[in-house]
């Protein structure tokens, strides 16, 4: 089974427009991989994708891919969502033009919660839908559906907030042929860990958030760092679930421009978690399981 992380950025992607910082300036002026796009993956055999950031366009064009049947959304947050919209390019007809029904759309994937949130912000029935651009199909947690060469996934969720739907953020367990790769993009925090399987090959799953910059500089002040390490994964905790559920290799993604570390620094840091078989992604990474 082979991936792709089509981006490995989060909500704010490297570079960020306007700034000269120590990461974004060799990222606008070199490229890849300090540069850093929002936060995708693609598995290929499956031809899906996993979460459309608004970048999603710009991705799967710099990776060629061709075809897109599945596109799985873990979560309602717009940095995750904002790229929907490249359904509407999948399957389109040739022209002339007689209908605006997709021949082949994308059936997008998702659990009732996700599709219940973004129904009310992107009216998925009417413009989606009704519009022939895309199929949609539910996914709840701990449910498995098939798709093609032998691929299936299943879903595992996590609430986004203490007693919230369990299904509010998914991961996606994609299996082939006694190959186990867990795609976890984000919002990692409250997930139970004793649902994921003994013998994950690989996870590629949220970085979690710094209390340092790579010079060592604070991100945030005590004050917004204690409010804000509550309520999202910290790079610690990140470490700790990797530690518990031991898959033979972790790829962390979601790395957002505000950590300021550049890829020697990521590179250095994995170092000290060899146990872990630990690695940091970056954009157009390839990871054969």
Same mark, same amino acid.
């Given at each position: ?8 950025? #989060? ?5 960020m +427009? ?11 002026e070199?490229?890849?991989p ?11 055999? @499956? ?9 999603l ?10 075809? /897109? ?8 947050? =717009?940095?995750? /969502? ?6 509407q ?8 033009? &007689? ?12 659990? $009732? ?21 895309a ?14 060469? #032998? =691929?299936? =996934?299943?879903?595992?969720? &996590?609430?986004l907030? +203490?007693?919230?739907?369990?299904? @509010? ?8 042929? #006694? ?17 994921? +399987? ?11 958030l710094?209390?340092e910059t790579?010079? #060592? ?6 004050e ?15 470490? @700790? ?8 290799? @972790? ?5 957002? $421009?505000?950590?300021?570390?550049r ?23 390839? /990871?054969? =399981?």
């Open positions: 089974m082979k991936l792709t992380l089509l981006g490995s950025g #989060g909500d704010s992607p490297t570079p +427009p306007t700034c000269d910082c120590r990461v974004c300036g060799p990222a606008r070199r490229g890849r300090h540069a850093r796009l929002g936060n995708s993956t693609f598995v290929h055999d @499956a031809n899906a994708v996993v979460d459309a950031p608004e970048s366009w710009a991705m799967l064009n710099r990776a060629d891919v061709r075809d /897109v049947d599945y596109v799985f959304l873990s979560h309602h947050h =717009v940095d995750h /969502v904002g790229g929907l919209r490249v359904v390019a999948i399957g389109r007809p040739e022209f002339p033009v &007689a209908d605006w029904d997709n021949v082949d759309p994308a059936t997008v994937v998702m659990s $009732e919660t996700t599709y219940d949130r973004l129904d009310e912000s992107l009216d998925l029935e009417s413009e989606y839908d009704e519009m022939g651009y199929e949609f199909e539910f996914l709840s947690d701990g449910e498995t559906m098939a798709l093609g060469n #032998g =691929v299936g =996934v299943t879903g595992i969720g &996590a609430p907030e +203490p007693d919230g739907p369990a299904d @509010a953020a998914m991961g996606y367990l994609f299996e082939q042929g #006694g190959s186990s790769a867990l795609i976890s993009p984000d919002e990692t925090t409250l997930l139970d860990c004793s649902k994921l +399987p003994d013998d994950l090959d690989l996870w590629v799953r949220e970085c979690g710094f209390r790579g010079a #060592g500089e604070p991100i945030l002040t005590d917004l760092w204690a409010e804000t390490s509550e309520r999202q994964t910290t790079f610690e905790q990140t470490v @700790a679930q990797v530690r518990r559920v031991g898959p033979d290799r @972790a790829i962390l993604t979601e790395i957002e $421009e505000i950590y300021r570390r890829p020697d620094e990521y590179a250095k840091l994995a170092r000290e978690y060899d146990d872990l078989n630990l690695a940091f992604g970056r954009d157009g990474m390839d /990871v054969e =399981v």
